[in-house]
């Protein structure tokens, strides 16, 4: 069964919201919620298809604080050179670039990866200058463990960022970290579909598909199961690549569907507070609720295969790891008294 958003769906307004020519102005959802796109990061591909206000607005806000970032990004990775480091840049400003406007994809960090063997003094320099407040700055690349440093380094390429020149992945590295990255947080927020959506359409004639599927088989099938997942959610045009035809399991499109539609949701990493109980007892069935993992983020937690099997073991015991740590937390806030 090809699964999709439906027309009826509030995220139908995001189909195909990523391209040079965006869908015709289009009337506002049954269950529209700006609330949602805002929070999801979405609103303003949302406002290239609903001329809403509030769509509107965000767009130009993103608009106005991108160039801040950008400057910001371009300062850190000439700080870092100065001193004989050689940052990649990854995801956020290096996602904006698969959009016709950058402004379409906003962003509030930067995420540079260093040579692991350097990372300890790259960070050490960043906190001397006090930058390290505006950068991730991540020990190689995350999401690409079954990828070696030299490798995606010597693939990298350059994009023009503000006043500098800045080291990005290959496209081929970069489509799987975003996919990756994605999957392992359950896909929880539509721009990250989004990303994929852009990053497969805009990517060139050299394209290689047979890197792209190179590594870990496991983390292979998640990369496919986040570009099928583009496909059906959000109507991204696999034709002409390999992946076209795929399917995956109607769970994991429910799986998605459900935490873009819970303003609340959390990567299954967040715990829930000692404080809370103690001081709030009354919200801990609520807490239950927004913190439960999804079904897909628990399934790569565990690094599980994606098959039909029921997901439920996995995300309750996913959850029990959280909740062991509530004691920690209380013997901890006893002894701080």
């Known amino acids: 069964m090809h699964l999709q958003v439906t027309a009826d769906s509030p995220f139908s307004i995001l189909r195909h919201s990523w391209r040079d020519h965006p869908p015709s102005a289009a009337p506002v959802p049954p269950g529209y919620s700006s ?3 805002l929070a999801g990061g979405a609103a303003p591909l949302a406002w290239r298809v609903i001329k809403r206000p509030e769509l509107r607005d965000a767009y130009y806000l993103a608009r106005l604080r991108q160039p801040f970032w950008i400057e910001r990004a371009a300062n850190a990775i000439e700080f870092l ?7 990649v840049l990854i995801k956020g400003p290096a996602a904006a670039m698969l959009y ?5 994809r906003p962003f509030c960090d930067i995420d540079l990866c260093v040579d692991p063997a350097r990372f300890d003094a790259a960070r050490d320099a960043l906190a001397s200058a006090g ?7 991540h020990r190689g690349c995350p999401d690409l463990r079954d990828r070696t440093w030299d490798d995606l380094f010597a693939r990298s390429r350059f994009i023009e960022l503000g006043t500098v020149s800045a080291r990005v992945l290959a496209e081929e590295d970069h489509l799987r970290l975003l996919a990756l990255h994605a999957m392992k947080h359950g896909c929880f927020r539509a721009l990250w579909l989004c990303d994929i959506a852009a990053g497969i359409e805009s990517r060139s004639a050299s394209f290689d598909w047979n890197l792209f599927l190179a590594g870990s088989t496991r983390d292979t099938e998640y990369a496919i199961t986040a570009i099928v997942l583009a ?8 034709s002409g690549t390999p992946l076209d035809g795929n399917r995956v399991p ?6 998605v569907v459900k935490d873009w539609s819970l303003q609340s949701r959390w990567p299954g990493g967040r ?6 109980l103690l001081s709030q007892p009354w919200r801990i069935p609520t807490l239950f609720v927004e913190r439960f993992p999804s079904a897909l983020e628990s399934t790569v937690v565990f690094r599980a295969p994606i098959n039909r099997l029921p997901r439920f073991p996995l995300q309750f015991v996913y959850m029990l790891t959280k909740l062991v740590a509530i004691p920690r937390q209380l013997i901890s806030l006893y002894r701080n008294r």
């Not at 050179?81 to 940052?87: K, T």
């Not at 016709?100 to 379409?104: G, N, S, T």
């Not at 496909?231 to 696999?238: I, P, R, S, V, W």
């Not at 715990?271 to 809370?276: R, S």
């Open 271 to 276: 715990p829930i507070a000692a404080t809370v």
């Open 81 to 87: 050179r100065a001193r004989g480091f050689d940052p």
């Open 35 to 37: 609330s949602l796109l």
């Open 100 to 104: 016709p406007d950058r402004a379409l």
């Open 231 to 238: 496909q059906d959610l959000l109507g991204a045009d696999l």
């Open 250 to 255: 109607a769970w994991t499109i429910a799986s």
């Open 131 to 137: 930058e390290l407040g505006f950068v991730d700055l």
